[in-house]
């Protein structure tokens, strides 16, 4: 298993050269395949939505709130469960 990263390129570089137009298409499609499964975010994308969404607000223009405030509203949520 010793196969380091830089190794694992350029072997399949070069057997793009020898692939098909068929066979890259099919490759393709595998690797898209395999990037889509690796978000190891751990997030749901409801929250990665809700992210995007107050970054976009963010960066509109929204209003901000100082970190004292974010840990009063933090504490009052917590302190109502």
Do not use: C, H, W
């Amino acid at each position: 298993m010793g196969v380091g990263i830089k190794s694992l390129d350029i072997q399949i570089n070069g057997y793009l050269a020898v692939l098909n137009t068929r066979q890259k298409k099919a490759l393709l499609t595998v690797a898209k395949t395999f990037a889509e499964e690796t978000d190891d975010s751990g997030y749901s994308d409801e929250f990665k939505r809700e992210l995007d969404s107050r970054y976009e607000e963010y960066m509109s223009g929204g209003k901000l709130i100082s970190e004292a405030e974010a840990n009063k509203r933090i504490r009052k949520i917590i302190k109502g469960k």
